[in-house]
């Protein structure tokens, strides 16, 4: 069975980083793609990036690049999203997701990460 | 960037029938795919590329997609298909700003 389990909840102070962990089980990680979306309080979903199989083609959504960092880690299974320079804005729920490729459904998720980022 | 758009809610009496749209350019153009999400869950794959259902979605659950709008029907709604639904397209990858992007969300409320 697929799964894929988060990291639990994280309280950051402002200009902080936090990494999230996810961690699969029950399909062969090397095939597929991880994704990270991210959901303020009470707001819609926001893709922040993918973590594909060849390393090279990590993708960052415009918004988050050169503060996030997408990388995984073939022994454990465990794909990882470092986030730094943490303000308010970031407070949120964090999801991984996964695809069969680039431009392929999500089709299991995480159950989430909360975030809490306060001074 | 690209842009989706759904209305922010739609209301329906139990056992009618459910129309959410997501609208954007030239949509018809691109795979469609459809989440549900309930308070406190990570979302759910309901429907991908434009109309096919993963294995345990009910038929109630049906997609289309043409021109500008993809529309996600839910027939006989029930009141357990009370959540938030979002549809998402990927965003072509030679422009800047390229990626997954998410529809705003309809908060589907069973009165």
């Known amino acids: 069975q697929e799964r894929l389990v988060q990291s639990g909840a994280e309280v950051k102070r402002p200009g902080a980083s936090v990494t999230f962990s996810c961690e699969t089980s029950?399909?062969?990680?090397?095939?597929?793609?991880i994704h990270w979306v991210r959901q303020a309080p009470g707001q819609g979903l926001e893709w922040m990036g993918i973590s594909p199989r060849n390393v090279a083609d990590t993708s960052y959504a415009q918004k988050f690049k050169g503060r996030v960092t997408m990388t995984r880690d073939t022994s454990t299974r465990t794909a990882y999203m470092e986030l730094s320079g943490l303000t308010s804005d970031d407070t949120g729920i964090y999801f991984c997701a996964r695809s069969t490729g680039t431009g392929g459904r999500f089709d299991f998720w995480g159950q989430g990460t909360d975030l809490t980022v306060t001074s | 960037s690209y842009v989706l758009t759904q209305p922010p809610s739609v209301s329906v009496a139990p056992g009618q029938t459910a129309a959410i749209t997501c609208g954007g350019s030239n949509i018809g153009s691109k795979a469609v795919h459809w989440y549900q999400q309930k308070p406190g869950q990570a979302p759910l794959l309901l429907v991908y590329d434009d109309r096919d259902r993963p294995s345990g979605v009910p038929e109630r659950f049906s997609g289309s997609n043409s021109g500008n709008t993809a529309t996600l029907t839910i027939s006989r709604v029930e009141a357990g298909d009370e959540a938030d639904y979002y549809c998402q397209v990927w965003s072509d990858r030679r422009t800047v700003d390229s990626g997954w992007v998410f529809g705003g969300g309809t908060k589907l409320t069973v009165l």
């Open positions: 029950g399909f062969n990680f090397r095939s597929y793609f």
